[in-house]
């Protein structure tokens, strides 16, 4: 029996992924949280208390925990955490037996602050919404926090006296035009040398906390060649979901989240691409080719409720 941990695993990706490997019936499952109430723990076999990823003693506690535990694979599953397990990957890999997968600290340093997002995807030649570099001229703005995941803290400016506010506050956020189009996110799995391997475009139809309470696939965009595009300029590995708005046939790229999507990951899932299975085949170096796993038709919308647990 082969052990999993799954880091940060109290919000809904934790979760999820805990349940989809008990249903395999073939692991024993570790949990971490900073957290001392966790919803996780109710998922795994072990749950342990570890330092936020925003503490220097996580990347620690977190080594101490894959050795002490001999974990055979490792899922940081939230945006800092993969961040620092990017980080200090070379360390973990030198350290410990783990396997795991992310995306290479030079992506992270590229692409994760919404004005080197902007600056990167322009050079590329990427459509992407204009970044406000003087007094703008028209509105609507977007305002966005230059550090922060999926559309926290996003904020519409309709006029210039907000706009003069807002910048004043100086709060660490950019502005961006307003795109008037219907907006998307685009889940992808990359393998360890940066190969798309399988991609699921959807529409976020409702939202709760950031995350996704109802989805609907949208494979209908032509989308994949913009991928491809990106995948040469960066080097995406595991799971990274792209968000769009799409007007008049063009999608015009806001945020590039290198993780598991926040909420929509069980629709993907469901859907025909099994993130889980597939990230386990390329840990254990199985080959992947695009295709061996595709969205099929059987399954169109997700719809999330709440349930509750006790102890």
Known sequence: MKNILIGSNGGLTGVFLAKKFSEIGRYKLFGTDSAEFSIGKFFVNEQLIVPSSTDDRFTESILNVLNNKEIDYYFPTHSKEIRVISANAKVIENSTKTK?????????????????????????????????????????????????????????????????????????????????????????????????????????????????????NHNEIEILPWLMKMSVHWKFCGCVNFQFIWKNGTPYFTDINLRYPSGGLPLTVESGINVPEMLIKLLDGEKIEYGDYKVNDSVHTMYRYFDEKYD
């Not at 030649?125 to 803290?153: A, F, Q």
């Not at 219907?182 to 529409?203: P, Q």
Request: proline content about 4%; some cysteine; overall charge neutral.
């Open 100 to 216: 795991f997968i992310v995306s290479p600290i030079e992506t992270f340093d590229a692409l994760d602050d919404k004005e080197k997002l902007y600056y990167s995807l322009t050079k590329a030649g990427i459509p992407t919404p204009r970044l406000i570099e003087s007094d703008p001229d028209k509105y609507p703005l977007i305002m966005k926090k230059n550090i922060g995941s999926g559309g926290s803290g996003a904020q519409k400016i309709t006029e210039r006296i907000l706009y003069d506010a807002y910048k004043k506050l100086n709060i660490g956020a950019s502005f961006f035009e307003w795109i008037d189009g219907k907006e998307y996110t685009v889940d992808c799995v990359f393998d360890g040398d940066g190969k798309l391997l399988a991609h699921n475009c959807r529409e976020r139809v409702k939202m709760m906390g950031g995350a996704a309470v109802i989805s609907t």
